[in-house]
């Protein structure tokens, strides 16, 4: 066999001993890069564990605050629990029970927010007639005065309607038609008070309408007779003051004035 020239052969063992030797490096790297990566996402996923498990210990802990009374820490908590982890199984819960706690604290307003936000999130959770008359509580705990504004015990009316009619084999039903008949009873009073303001002022025109629409409106109610009396005593008072004027004051407990 004819020899190479060493001129010749040293070069070509020179490039196959380099080129070995890179090809072993990038075997190296490859590995070096794959080790890299799993230990990376074996403690991404420790990480997140972990954040999981605080997550469900801070709801606990709001859970237990929540069941002896103590709303404002509890709700401190639920709160965390949504602003760390929004998306969670856990944040429903969290949501739910910040606006119940809202609601104890008898921050109506409020927990009427947070019920509508959580309705809104998930419409088909079984907890939706739950809710529905949560919100109509919160109207319904502000209804105080009937000589104040009427609009929460109407809308009142309008939520308990809403569970009453969609969700009638509810165990919130029965409470919830209980409610509405105070409160419905309220608003027939409320009218019934504005309808005597206007026969006091002498508006009789205002408390026609104002009767007339109590009587359209709420006629099983406990105001209704009392505001059909006081119906044919406005019309009275139209035609013969003197005379409406008497039976005003037997209606309503006034001494008729003397004839002058």
């Known amino acids: 066999m004819q020899k190479l020239p ?3 052969l040293a070069p070509l063992l020179i490039t196959l001993l380099f080129s070995g030797c890179s ?16 230990r990376e996402e074996a403690a991404i996923a420790a ?3 972990k954040e999981q498990e605080e997550i469900q210990e801070l709801l606990k802990k709001g859970m237990d605050d929540y069941k002896v009374g103590k709303y ?3 709700l401190n908590k639920f709160e965390e629990v949504l602003d760390r982890a929004p998306f969670s199984k856990e944040a429903a819960l969290a949501e739910l029970k910040a606006a ?3 609601y104890y604290m008898k921050r109506f307003e409020e927990a009427l927010v947070r019920y509508e936000s ?3 999130k998930h419409p088909t959770n079984e907890s939706i007639p739950y809710i529905m008359f949560q919100k109509a509580m919160c109207c319904y705990s502000q209804i105080n005065n009937v000589e104040r504004d009427a609009s929460c015990a109407k809308k009142a009316v309008g939520l308990f309607h809403q569970l009453v009619n969609g969700f009638p084999d509810s165990v919130y039903a029965p409470q919830a038609e209980e409610k509405l008949h105070i409160a419905t009873e309220f608003l027939a009073s409320h009218e019934l008070s504005i309808a005597q303001f206007y026969m006091r002022t002498e508006e009789y025109q205002q408390a026609k309408a104002r009767l007339e629409y109590l009587l359209a409106a709420y006629p099983e109610s406990g105001a209704a007779g009392d505001a059909k009396n006081m119906l044919e005593l406005a019309a009275a008072k139209e035609k013969e003051p003197k005379r409406a004027k008497s039976l005003f004051g037997l209606l309503f407990g006034e001494k008729p004035a003397e004839d002058e």
């Open 118 to 120: 959580f309705e809104e």
């Open 100 to 102: 119940d706690c809202s």
């Open 23 to 38: 090809l072993f490096s990038s075997n190296d790297t490859a590995i070096d890069a794959e080790k890299t990566i799993a």
């Open 6 to 8: 060493v001129a010749i």
């Open 47 to 49: 990480e997140d564990k």
């Open 72 to 74: 404002h820490t509890a």
